[in-house]
C-alpha cells in the first residue's frame, strides 16, 4: 500500500510539472505569435527606438532562443520587465499584487469551506424539510449568478442603498464585502457537494450499524458520516481556487483591490505581454499545485478511490 | 366444466388442452392494449414532461431564445442608433424632441428599458446581448458534443493502447488551467483581429473567437471521458458482439449501436456545459476581452453600468437579471435532463 500510494505521488507530480511545463510552453509561443511589436503603441515611434527597446528586453534573438532563455529565468523566479510599468520588474508586480490577492483569496475560501460544509450538512440532516428547501434554493440561484452580478449586488445593496460597509478596499473593514463576493460561489457549490456526498454517507451500512450500537446521534454525525462526506469537497479544492483567482479579477476591479487580479486585467488591456506571461505562468503553478495537493488529500482520506 | 379432461394418470401432466387452442384476434388485441412498446426517449421525454420545474425553464428559455431572434427584426431602434438628446432616459420616459413628436400627433415607440449614456435603446442592447449569451452557448456546446463524441467513442471502441494515448492526452488537457488558456487566446487574437478586414470575425469580437478555440481545443474532455466510459461499457454487451459476427464494419458499430446508447449521457453533458459557456464569455466581456464596441453583451452592458451606479442602478439589474435568468434556467433544465435520462442516478 505505503510503496503504491508513493507510486502514486511520483506519477502525479511528474504530471503537474509536465503540465506546468506545458502552460509555459503556450503562454510563451501565443505571445510570440501577436504579430505587433510590443512597444508598437509606445510615443516614441522611431525605428531605431524601437530596435533598442526590442534589444533591451531581448526580443530580438530567434524565438527558441528567447523560449530557453525565459525558463532558464523562470527558475530563477525572474519573470523579466514589465514593459508598461517602466522600471519594474513582473516579479516584483507579482508579489506586490499577491499579497492583497493571498489575504483575498485566503479568507473567500475559509468562508466557503466553513458555510458550505455546514450548510451541506445541515441541508442533508434536514432531508426534505424546509430548511432544506431554503439552501437547495438559495445555493441554485448562487451557482447561477456570474461573480460580477454577486458582486455588484452586494455592492449596490450593503455598499449604497444601506450603507453599512464601505465599498473601496482600502477603507477600515473595506475587504469583507470582496471577501463575502468571491466565496459565495464556491460556497453554494460546495453546499450543494456536501449536501448530495453526506445524504451517500448516510445511507451507508456502517451508519445503521453504529446506531444500532446506540453510538450518540452529535458522534455518528461528526465522527462517522462528516468525515467521509468530505471527499468530494476535498478534491473541489483546485476548481475552487482557479474559481476564487477568476473571480478576483473581477471583484477585485469592482472593489479597487490592489491585487493580482486587477494587475492581470490591467496588463491585458494594456498589453503588456511581459506581465500577461508572467501573470498566467504564475496563476497556473498555483492552480496545479492545488489540485495535485487535492488529490494527494484524497487519496490519503480514502485509501479505497483509485484515482489511476 | 364440460370439456372432455384426458383420463387421470399419475404419469400424464395433467394440462387441459383448451389452454393450447390458438388465440382468438379479440383476445391478441387485448394483450397489445395493456402496454405500449415505449422507447428510451419517449421514456425519458414523458418523465422530462412530467418535470414542471424543467419544463418551466424550458418554455422561458425558448421564449427568450425567440426574442432574441425575433425582436431586432421587428424593433424600431437598433444597437448602435445613437441620440445626443435623449441620454440616460429612465424606463417608458421620453426626450424633449420626442415628447414634442408626440405632441405632434407622431406615434413614438416608448424606450422600455431607458438608453445609455449615448442615447441608444437599452433594451435592444440588452436583447442583443442575450443573443451573444445564447450564442456562444448553443455553439459551444455544439463544439463540445461533435469533438468529444468522436474522440470518446475511438478511444472507448479501440481500446488498448490507441486508448491509452488518448485518455493520456485528454488528462494532460484536463489539468490546464481553462480560464487563463482562454484569456491567453483573447489576447492574442484581438490582436490579429485588430488588423483584420473579415467583417464577421470583427463583429463577434476577440473573447467569443478565442472561446469557441478553447472550446474546440480543451472543453471537449469532459465529454470524450463521460462518452469513452460509457462505450466501454457497451462494448461488452451481447448485441455488439452479435453485430461484429455478422461483420459489421467499426464505424457502423460505433455509429448505430455505440452512440445511440450514449445519448443521456451526451444531452446531460452538453446541457451543464452551456452555463459555463455563458459564464465564461460574460466574465471574459466584463472584464474588456469580450466582444468589440459596440455590439453590446450582457457582460459589457454589465461593466459599463457601474459608472452610473449610483443614480442608475436598473441599468446593471436588466443585463444581470437577464443572465442569471438564462443560467439558472439552464441549470435546473439539466437537472431535469440529468433526472429524466438518467433514472439510476436519481437520489
Partial sequence: MDSKFLIYVVKRFLMAVLTIFLVIAITFFVMHAIPASPFSS??????AVIAALEAKYGFDKPVSV????????IL????????????????????????????????????????????GAVAALNRGRMVDKIVQFVTTGLVSMPSFVIATLLLIIFGLKLGWLPTMANQPGGMILPTLSLSLYPMAYITRLERSSMLDVLGQDYIRTARAKGVKNAKVIFKHALKNALGPVVTYAGPMIASILTGSMVVENIFSVPGLGRLFVNSMLRTDYMMIMGVTIFLAVLIVTMNFLADVVYKLLDPRIDLS | MDTVKPKKNPFSLQLDPELFKPASDEEKAQVVTQRESVSFMRDAMRRLVHNRMAMVCLVILVVITLIAIIVPMIYPYTYTQQDVTAKYLRPFQYSAKEQARIAAGQKVFPHIMGTDNLGRDYAIRVIYGTRISLMVGFISALIVVIIGILYGAISGYFGGR?????????????????????????????????????DLIVRLGAGMISIFIVFGLLYWVGMARQVRGQILSIKEQEYVMASKAAGASAMYIIFKHMIPNCISVIIITAAMQIPSAIFTESFLSFVGMGVSIPMPSLGSLASDARSGLTSYPYMLLFPALTIFLIVLSFNLLGNGLRDAFDPKLRS
Fill in chain 1, 66 to 73: 528567447q523560449f530557453i532563455n525565459y525558463l532558464k529565468n
Fill in chain 1, 76 to 119: 530563477h523566479g525572474d519573470f523579466g520587465l514589465s514593459t508598461k510599468w517602466i522600471g519594474s520588474t513582473v516579479s516584483e508586480l507579482i508579489a506586490g499584487g499577491f499579497s492583497y490577492s493571498a489575504r483575498l483569496g485566503l479568507g473567500a475560501a475559509a468562508l466557503a469551506i466553513v458555510l458550505g460544509v455546514v450548510l
Fill in chain 2, 162 to 198: 490507441v486508448d491509452l494515448i488518448m485518455m493520456r492526452i485528454v488528462d494532460i488537457i484536463y489539468s490546464l488551467p481553462d480560464v487563463l488558456i482562454v484569456i491567453l487566446l483573447s489576447v492574442a487574437i484581438k490582436d490579429f483581429i485588430s488588423t483584420s478586414k473579415n
Fill in chain 1, 42 to 47: 509606445e510615443k516614441a515611434k522611431s525605428d
